[in-house]
């Protein structure tokens, strides 16, 4: 079991930046891929960034230029670095650890809400 919290979230206006941050609850980074899914209301979740304890990372292709996944394992965070936001970003994010070997256990943080809005 990993509980995920995240924070960081908040308003901020159009081109604005903002780092989100997921604190998981256990250390094994080596056993999960970690990543960012937002979701609008009404909308599917969709995945904005994954990362793998080596650093490999992978982005929705609409954002990879904006967006940056980073893992900090001496802190034990996983961040989202986000810039130049508009309106479209605002959704709700959310943390996720997926076990490598077992893909079909994963686990996700309660999400933080993101509104970009002048």
């Known amino acids: 079991q990993v509980q995920l919290v995240e924070s960081g979230g908040g308003f901020v206006q159009p081109g604005g930046s903002l780092r989100l941050s997921c604190a998981p609850s256990q250390t094994r980074y080596g056993a999960y891929i970690w990543g960012w899914f937002r979701q609008v209301l009404g909308n599917e979740r969709e995945m904005v960034a994954t990362?793998?304890?080596?650093?490999?990372?992978n982005y929705a292709a609409s954002l990879k230029d904006r967006f940056t996944i980073s893992l900090d394992t001496v802190n034990g965070t996983i961040y989202l670095d986000m810039r130049d936001l508009d309106a479209e970003d605002t959704a709700v994010y959310y943390c996720?650890?997926?076990?490598?070997?077992?893909?079909?256990?994963?686990?996700w943080g309660q999400g933080t809400q993101v509104t970009v809005s002048s």
């Open positions: 996720n650890a997926r076990n490598r070997v077992v893909t079909s256990r994963e686990y």
């Open positions: 990362i793998t304890p080596g650093g490999l990372t």
